[in-house]
């Protein structure tokens, strides 16, 4: 049996070497793709920020808790045990987990064992009763993964793991920083709310005192009308506000996790919410690399292209397979477990197809081409985390600048405001003056409270963008 096998074999090999390098011939090598050179520093940085250096394995860290607003801590804490979206980014992750166990199931033995009866005619000539077969017994089959195919399909199933691991840590930082957006902005609207209603009160008291002057004969009916219209516009205002309110307050709850209907937030005034911001120290461009976790996911996305353009290459291999079976076979199941009745067997199986219609080079050029895909999204999202941060670092800066000039116009607008209404008490200018200083009083306080608001939101937004806390 081996002189007829051997011979046979040597027969086959130079043409099995053959298809191996006509397959080879046509692979080719992908090399790393490397992120776009990080800068120096920060354009924005003008000396007034702190230079760090965090470590790529350290905490997001409670960054909220800066804030110093317990109301935020504990939302926070709601959105992160409830969020849909955090618990749809857990879900992923685990769904990668298993795709890569699957993986690594590929490349161990596989054990099965399994019994069976038949009864039948075995069609022998002048044999017409039928017989029984009894038979039980194990199999292993093992697929000697000779080209890496298995196991490069195993490591491209383990990046995938870790991207969906940083994407999860991508949601719930999203999730937090959206939290305290809304919070703010929340709580902005609050405060312009009071101050919106703060006037209309104002501008009641101001009619009231204009009818009654009116009665008496006093002033002309176009000062009552132009103060009605005054206290109407107002109120229209204040109403505006009191929508958007709503709207933010159920975006929350949906943040949260939670019904819009079921959810509800107390008003505050301004004096409650609003302290001092944390400077956010945004350390060197370097840093934010191995901070930001969809930079971190994107990487191990594209490498993961990578490792499956290897197995598609690796189709253009033979398949070596092992198996070996044993059991036993009767007709009797008395006879069935005896020493007499036992079979067995031992194969190998090599496997190279010859001709396949172009599925192999179009396996290639696809994995190929989801290997550009990846690269270009890496690329894409490394300059997009160095975007979002010259972002928020150019608005804090212009936003300090804007919130001293506006403190400077709110205080004069204050004081013409004072002395319209003296003047007008004695009678030196109108009604109608009076009126357009306590309207621009008005628009400047409102301004001033939005400018406050926005150095909230891109302070949030400057920590979101460097991936987090800072310890």
Not at 13 to 27: D, K, N, Q, S, W
Not at 99 to 105: E, G, H, K, N, W
Not at 129 to 156: C, H, I, M, Y
Not at 164 to 192: G, H, I, M, N, P
Request: glycine share 8%; charged share 20%.
């Amino acid at each position: 049996m081996m002189k007829t096998t051997r011979p046979l074999l040597t027969r086959l090999a130079p043409l099995v070497a053959a298809l191996v390098l006509a397959g080879c011939a046509g692979l080719q090598t992908v090399e790393p793709v490397a992120a776009p050179a990080a800068p120096a520093a920060f354009k924005e940085l003008d000396g007034r920020w702190t230079q760090t250096q965090p470590a790529e394995a350290q905490a997001r860290g409670e960054w909220w808790k800066t804030f110093g607003d317990p109301v935020l801590d504990e939302l926070v804490v709601r959105a992160d045990r409830n969020s849909t979206s955090v618990q749809l980014a857990a879900a992923r992750l685990n769904q990668a987990r298993a795709l890569l166990r699957a993986a690594d199931a590929d490349r161990l033995p596989q054990v099965a064992v399994g019994a069976g009866a038949s009864r039948g005619n075995n069609a022998t000539p002048g044999v017409t009763n039928p017989s029984t077969l009894l038979s039980a017994g194990a199999s292993v089959a093992w697929e000697a993964d000779v080209f890496g195919r298995l196991a490069k399909a195993s490591q491209a199933a383990a990046l995938d793991a870790q991207a969906s691991e940083a994407l999860l840590q991508s949601t719930r930082l999203l999730v937090q920083s959206d939290v305290a957006r809304s919070y703010f902005a929340l709580r902005a609207l609050d405060s312009e709310r009071a101050l919106v209603r703060q006037t209309v009160e104002a501008y009641r008291d101001t009619l009231r005192l204009t009818e009654s002057r009116y009665k008496a004969g006093d002033v002309a009916e176009l000062d009552l009308a132009r103060v009605q219209a005054e206290v109407a516009s107002t109120e229209s205002q204040a109403l505006a506000l009191d929508r958007q309110r709503a709207e933010v307050e159920h975006a929350l709850a949906v943040l949260l996790g939670e019904l819009p209907s079921q959810f509800g937030l107390k008003a505050v005034g301004d004096a409650e919410w609003g302290g001092a911001l944390p400077i956010v120290p945004p350390g060197v461009p370097s840093t934010v690399l191995t901070r930001r976790p969809d930079v971190a996911a994107a990487q191990s996305s594209m490498l993961a292209a990578q490792k499956r353009v290897g197995v598609a290459q690796a189709a253009w291999f033979p398949d070596l397979s092992l198996t070996a079976s044993g059991g036993f076979a009767s007709s009797e199941l008395g006879d069935l477990f005896k020493w007499s009745a036992r079979s067995w067997g031992i194969g190998a199986l090599l496997s190279l197809p010859v001709f396949d219609g172009g599925r192999r080079e179009a396996g290639v050029k696809g994995a190929n081409a989801q290997w550009d895909a990846a690269a270009a999204g890496y690329r894409e999202q490394v300059l997009v985390a160095f975007r979002d941060v010259e972002d928020q670092l150019s608005a804090l800066r212009l936003l300090a600048d804007q919130a001293g000039a506006q403190k400077q116009a709110v205080d004069a607008a204050s004081r013409a405001t004072v002395l319209s209404t003296s003047r007008y008490r004695n009678g030196y200018v109108s009604q109608l003056e009076l009126l357009d200083a306590r309207r621009s009083e008005l628009a400047n306080r409102r301004q001033a409270l939005q400018v406050r608001a926005a150095q909230y939101q891109a302070t949030v937004g400057l920590i979101r963008a460097l991936g987090g806390g800072w310890g």
